[in-house]
Nanobody, 121 residues
Framework: QVQLVESGGGLVQTGGSLRLSCAASGRTFGDYAMGWFRQAPGKEREFVATINWSGTNYADFVKGRFTISRDNAKNAVYLQMNSLKPEDTAVYYC????????????????WGQGTQVTVSS
């Protein structure tokens, strides 16, 4: 059974940084794509970043500010978030799929419970 557990969310001021972590268990994820999505209040869940063995992709609104990385030995994926803005406030979710990178949440069968990120102005 695949389980994903996010951590690292919190309250930060505009311009600050946070590092989100997602610990995966239940199988070996070396060949899997791992992604981060977010959902702000009253909005649809949206793609943030994804990573697999061949590379990464980012949403335009986080390019240059966020960095996704992974540690296959720990079955973990991370999201380093810098220069945070109030519009980054959302619940951040990690997700895993047994295939290539995808921007589409429906392509990911496994999800964590989410971690809240709040950026104050």
């Amino acid at each position: 059974q695949v389980q994903l557990v996010e951590s690292g969310g919190g309250l930060v001021q505009t311009g600050g940084s946070l590092r989100l972590s997602c610990a995966a268990s239940g199988r070996t994820f070396g060949d899997y794509a791992m992604g981060w999505f977010r959902q702000a209040p009253g909005k649809e869940r949206e793609f943030v970043a994804t990573i697999n063995w061949s590379g990464t992709n980012y949403a335009d609104f986080v390019k240059g500010r966020f960095t996704i990385s992974r540690d296959n030995a720990k079955n973990a994926v991370y999201l380093q978030m810098n220069s945070l803005k109030p519009e980054d406030t959302a619940v951040y979710y990690c997700a895993v799929r047994q295939s290539g990178r995808s921007f589409h949440q429906n392509d990911y069968p496994y999800w964590g419970q989410g971690t809240q990120v709040t950026v104050s102005s």
